[in-house]
Each structure stands twice: as C-alpha cells, then as structure tokens.
C-alpha cells in the first residue's frame, strides 16, 4: 500500500519540559492528609520518603517543569517511542476509523514505567540518597525503578506481592540482574510484614501490603532510603507527560488530529500521560479530543468507585488522598492485568473525571485478551494483558465509527509488552479465564470502609 | 553529556533493495549436492521445500535484489533499527574507544529473525502457498516466523526441539497466540520422528532432528507444504543485509566509521547481516573494517572445524553444502545460546572466512554472560544469550583499545532480548553455568564424519 505507518521523531523531539496538567486544570488539588491526624500533611512529612525537588513537583502549579539534562541523556536511549498507524488492525475490522498506537514497549524496561523511574532515581541520586524502596506488583514497576537505579548506582530494594513473586520468576530475575534484591511480601523484614506472618503464614500478599513494608522500611530509616512509587502520585504522572507530547507532534506529522485518546488505568500514569497534553488543547485550544481511561471490571474505580478521601495502602501508613476509590481493604480478583489491580486513583485523574473532563469505560479481562490478540496478529507485538483493555477500547470505538459509517481518529497508548505475560495469553486460549465484576452489594459497602475525615478541619 | 546517543532513521531510509554479497565476492559459490545422489541439486529439487523466487535469490549474483513493496509495508512496522552509541558502557570499560550497538530487539519477535521470516512468508504466499513447516531450538526463529505467517494469514507447524519446548513454555504460546500449531520433536507425526522414538521414547530432540521432521513433512506434501529455514541459507543472509545498509547510514549520522564490525555467529545470518554492507565497503571502496564473528567454544564451528561438503542436518534429508562444519553428527553441549548450537555455518560465511576476509574468535558463555550483565548495567537492555557473546567480543575490542591507548570504533550487532532467556541470567547469577569446549579428540574425529563426495563428479 506504500502509505506511512510509523512516524519517527529524532532524538532532538524528546520534550525537554514535562507537563503539568495542574497548571491548567480548572479543579484545584484536594489537600494530602496525615495518615494518622487526617489533617493536611507538611512538606516536611513527606520529605520522610521522598526527595524535596519531588515534593516540589507534586504541588507546583507550573505548566511546564525542565527536564533535566541527565534524564534526557537516558531518555535518549530509548525515546522518542514510535507512533504507528495500525493499518492492518483497521482492515480486520473493516472500519473507516484510522487507528494510532503509542508504543511504550520499546523501552529497555518494556513499559512507559521506566519514564518516571529515571525521573525519580535521578532526584533522589543528587539529593544525595544512595538506597530506594518500592513495591511492585506483576513487575513492570520493580523492573523499570532496577533500571534506574542501576543507572545511577543506587540501592534498590524490592517488596514484590508473594504470589507474583512465586508465579512470576522471570521478573524477579530481571530485576537481580540489574542489581535490585526481591523480596516476596509479606516478609520478615517488617514490622507490618511480621504481624501479617503471624496471623497468617501462608499469606500471597497484596499490592497495599507490599505498599506498607516499602514504606516502613523507608520510613524508619533516618533519611537513608527513600521511597518510589510508579503511578497515582502527580509527580509520577508529570513524568508521563512526555508520552503525549510526542504524540502531538507526531500525529502532526500524521496530519490528523485524534478525535479519541485511549489510555488504561490501574493508578492513572500512562493514561495520564498520554492524555494530559491533549487534555490541555481542549483547556486552551479549542480541541474537542475525547480522552477514555478504561479500567477493568475487576476493579471499577471511576466507573463505580467513590471520589472520597481514603488511604493509599491497605496498611494505612501511606497518606490519605481524595480519589475515586473502592476502599483501602478492596481485594481486587486475581485478574491477569496486575497493573490495573489498584483500589484507588490518581488524584489528579479523579478529580478531573468527577468534573467530566475525561471519560472511563470498565472492560471484562475476556475481551481485552480478544481484542489483545487480534492486535498481535494483525500488528505483530504481544500486548500486557493491562495494554489489552486500551486495545479493546480502540477496538470498540472503530467498530462503532463503523456502523456510524464515521470516519474517526482514534488513539491508544500500548503501554508495554506481554513477554512475561504468556501464561496469561495460555490461559485465555485455553478457555481458562474468568472475568469478575463487584457486586452492587460490595459497591454499597464502600462508604462505611473510607476513614472518617473532619471537612471542616481541613478547609480550615 | 548532552552526546548524540541514538542515530534514528525515518520510514524513508528502510533499504529499497536487499544486498547480495555473491554479487561481489572473489570466491564463487560451491555446488549445492543432493543428500542421496551427492551430485548437484538442480532448482527443480529445490523447488519441493523453496518457492522459486527464493530459490533464484540463493544462486543469484545481482548485486542488489529489489524488496517488494508488500514487505517494505510490513518492515515499516518496526524498521529502521536503532542505531546506539553505548557511552555508559564505554565508561564502564574506561576505554577511549567508541561503541555502537544496532539493536534488532525492538522488532516484534524480538530479534533479527524476522527479517527474513516476512521475506520467506511472503514470497510462499504469492506463489500459492498456504502452508509452512519449519523448526525450531530456542525459539526465536519459530516466534518470528509464527508471527509473519499471520500477517500473510498462513498455516505454520513448528517442529521445536523437546528439550526446549519443555523448558520454554513462553516462546511455545507466544508462537500459538499467533496461530502456529507447535510440536514438541521428535513427534509422531513423521517417518523420521516415529523412527527415533522408536529407538528412544524419552529422545530430548536436537535442531537436526527437527530439521528433518520439518523437511519430511514439506517433502511428501505434494506440494502444498513449503518448508522454511531461519539461517544457512544465502537468501536468509540476504534478507538481513537491511540491518549493515542502516548502519552504514547510522554511521554516517555519527560522523563515524568502524574499525571493527562484530556479530554473534550459529547460523551465520545475523553476523552477515551487519557485517557484508561494510564487506562490500571493503571489496569495492578500500576501507579496512575488520569483521568478527563470534561463535561459542562448545559450537567452534569456524575457528576448529573443517571446511568440507557436510549434510545441513543430521538426518541426512537436507542438501549437502560445502562449509566449516563439527559433523553433521555432532551434539552441542547445552549452551544457554540456542541459536548458536549448529554443527554447521552458512556457506557463504564459510567461504569468506576460508579465504581471510573475515576473522572470528570463539569465546565460553560464562564470559560471555558476564559481559551481558555489564551491558545491561550499563545500557538498560536485556540481551539474548547468543547476543552477549557479540557484546562479549566488543568488550575485549574496548579493552583492547584502552591497554594501547587506542581510539578504536567499534560496532557490534545487538540482535535480540533476552526476555524469554532470564533462567539462563539465574543460572549464570547463581554460578551454576558451565563452559563447553570441543575435545582435541572430537576434532580430529570429523573428517571420519563427514560424507564421502566425489570431487571430480562434481567439476564435470
């Protein structure tokens, strides 16, 4: 057909500013409240677990913030990231849509998290801390922070949920060949992992508790080892930013203009990151692109979540933020997309959902695995199981541009790989999967979970 | 630094045209001898497992062969390459000299393999082909070839060797999500197959073995059935010409020119691919590149073996070629670099080194995986276990380079992850690797080995 698929910027595209969607957005940022007092939280607090230039970012107003020239130097190994034109997905489904892809996938750690890992072992480097804690999760995060950390020389310890751990080996190994240690949480390192132990040894573990241990190690310290966190915190969403602003310049380089921007949702990050920069042409421009964050069924939070205040951990040690949340004690279903597995939400990408800037779509893991593998086959890259619900969405808006008889401009962000997810894609192809929903019942119960908040006491 | 790091080609500079050494080589290529009558093969023979246009392309000296539009499109999915200078790992190294990595691991299937894998597939299509068999050790060949016989929408069986198909489940479902029906050889599905189990019913396989099962199954398909080989052949070393017709470019970019070129060697396509752009270089404008091949010492096909007519696989069903061969017989000890355990080199690589314009080294996978970590350390990505030995080699260049105060430019061929390869970085963490060397006593037994061939018969 000899049409133009990829669309290639140079190393001299890489932003050299990242976005802050804080900067325009019409809702101010909700307050950060002590896990403890439930009052707004000081700098100073958060400065036990992060460096000072994040907490600087985490509340600035300003539109744009340097990337420094460090970060960029690695950035350069791997960004700018293709944007591509999925011709042969279209013709499969016979739309008149022209579908985009954002491929993250290509970068050394697989997925967009190695974009703010850099970011945020870089700060903590030059604020002079050598040792950082994180959880992870199915390993995209524990990956993308080894990276980084061996970049720059850090320590780098690992709480990865047991089950993961066990089911996962592979990625446990990648991040000790990049020098990370793994540990399956809960362990005996903890107080909170003790006490977990003792109530029960058998225990998988769970994101939240992962969360806890990380940040009591992190915590109890003396400033040593610092704490990272991958997505929900606006600073880690700043850091996606640069997702989205190649993409503008290379849907430019299209000559189109994305009329959907597709991104899924576990905290918000790559979604955040994708669709910020476009969000920011509605708020000043005039542009009218719908932006759709699509979470999975298994954990509804925009769709079916509350936008209240409750903790970021299950542990309650982290602080509380106001997002959309199923409640800290939720324990998402054993779906494959460990990525999207979060009972909360940006705070950032709560807010301005509640107000009706962004859309969200919940999708069942079945046709996401579908719409995954089409995708392959039609494009040759295996999707993350958390990249299917973004692909499914794509889908569904192509195939509606199709009965429309619409032409229609799509985007989505393929956030990472599925190379360490194929027992996944064996269990689908198997039949083997399930697809979970809350029930109304656990939906009704989520007010009586949330901690109880003073508002007066606040806006005080 | 603010260095240039990545030297980036837009879709336009994807080569229009692959090129063919033959076209310029002093030494003409020896006969191709049937495996029952030892006499030369004629296209007709060749025809029963190769469509034609391949088949003119692995006796053609053009020295530029047109690359079809329709496989120019599906390049255009992840080509061009990357282009990177390693400045982390040069000072990692302390060397004064400069590296540069071209990295095939950002194709879908992970390596260069599909380079030729969507040339394969569709020059069968367009002859009528709906069909291909082929084999596979590690995986990688079997991925890429799995993956382009779904962009052309044709069957695929791979006959992947037991051991590894044990070993791997991940690279057997990603072939399967892609529609390839996978078996683990031998099977009971061939004459070959049913013979050696027979004789041994827990048989592990090996890459010979599969050959044969994949050929058998072509042979007697009356010619619905194509067969498919991701190495050996001149047309496969064709197709990966893109990846040295980039480089040169890249280089250009950098305003450099290497010193020395580096590839990993099993087969010989991917070493070729890098290494005879810069080849003709050599021949046709007087520059000096030296060009390495890297083989392992449990496989050192080139560096200890006999240059001789020898059977392309151990059943004896594939053509006789003439090439530095261990014996059609020999068993690899069991490397973690899969697509380095051949007994044979693609002839053309043979020839070349026989005749002194390329040079080779073997070197023992502990190095080699030692060397791979480094890398990873220092640059972010995971390589592939045959790839560290290339990285391995470019490491010794540097070295080298630094002891005599040399600027010296090296470039080496990065051709593939290691994400379906992290039990082998374990076992190397672990210190559970072993080196393999071939005995004295294995190496003089080959010419024992080998077919007897009547050399005058041929010349007439």
């Avoid at 992992?193 to 508790?209: K, Y």
């Avoid at 597709?262 to 708020?283: D, H, Q, T, Y």
Wanted: hydrophobic letters at 40%; proline letters at 7%.
């Amino acid at each position: 057909m000899n049409q133009k698929t990829r669309f290639t910027l140079t190393e001299n595209d890489i932003p050299k500013q990242w976005y802050n969607i804080n900067g325009d957005s019409p809702i101010p940022p909700a307050p950060v409240l002590h896990p403890v007092t439930k009052e707004p939280v000081t700098p100073e607090f958060l400065s036990v677990l992060f460096p000072m230039a994040l907490i600087e970012q985490e509340i600035s107003s300003d539109r744009f913030i340097d990337i420094p020239e460090e970060v960029q130097d690695v950035y350069k190994l791997y960004r700018p990231t293709p944007l591509i034109r999925a011709y042969r997905l279209e013709k499969a489904l016979g739309t008149p849509a022209h579908i985009y892809y954002k491929y993250e996938g290509t970068s050394p750690s697989g997925s967009h998290k190695i974009n703010t890992a850099i970011a945020q072992a870089y700060y903590n480097k030059i604020s002079g801390i050598e040792s950082l804690t994180t959880e992870t999760g199915a390993g995209q995060w524990g990956s993308a922070l080894s990276i980084a950390c061996s970049f720059y020389d850090m320590a780098l310890d690992v709480y990865m949920v047991k089950c993961s751990y066990q089911q996962k080996p592979y990625r446990r190994i990648l991040m000790e060949t990049f020098g990370a240690n793994c540990f399956a949480s809960p362990t005996d390192r903890t107080d909170t992992g003790r006490a977990m132990l003792a109530e029960d040894p058998d225990c998988p573990g769970s994101l939240g508790l992962a969360i806890s241990e990380a940040v009591e190690v992190a915590a109890k310290s003396n400033g040593k080892i610092k704490y990272s966190l991958g997505s929900v915190l606006h600073h880690v969403l700043i850091h996606q930013s640069v997702i989205g602003e190649e993409c503008l310049k290379q849907m430019d380089m299209a000559d189109e203009y994305p009329d959907v921007v597709i991104g899924c949702v576990g905290g918000g990050s790559n979604f955040s990151g994708i669709a910020f920069p476009f969000l920011r042409e509605n708020l000043r421009n005039g542009m009218k692109t719908r932006l759709v964050a699509v979470e999975p069924t298994a954990a509804p939070t925009l769709t079916r979540g509350l936008y209240s205040f409750d903790y970021g951990d299950t542990g309650k040690m982290a602080p509380i933020v106001k997002m959309h949340t199923l409640g800290h004690s939720f324990i998402p279903a054993p779906i494959h997309a460990g990525g999207l597995r979060y009972h909360g939400m940006a705070p950032t990408v709560s807010s301005l959902y509640d107000a009706g800037y962004i859309d969200a779509v919940a999708l069942p893991q079945i046709r996401a695995f579908q719409a995954g593998q089409l995708f392959a086959k039609s494009e040759g890259i295996l999707p993350a199981p958390e990249s299917n619900h973004a692909i499914c969405a794509a889908v569904d808006e192509a195939l509606d541009a199709k009965e429309k008889g619409e032409k229609r401009v799509i985007l989505f962000n393929l956030s990472g790989h599925g190379h360490f997810d194929l027992a996944a894609y064996q269990a689908y192809m198997q039949e083997d999967l399930e697809d979970f929903a809350c029930t109304d019942e656990y939906i009704q119960s989520i007010p009586d979970r949330l901690p109880q908040i003073d508002l007066d006491k606040i806006a005080a």
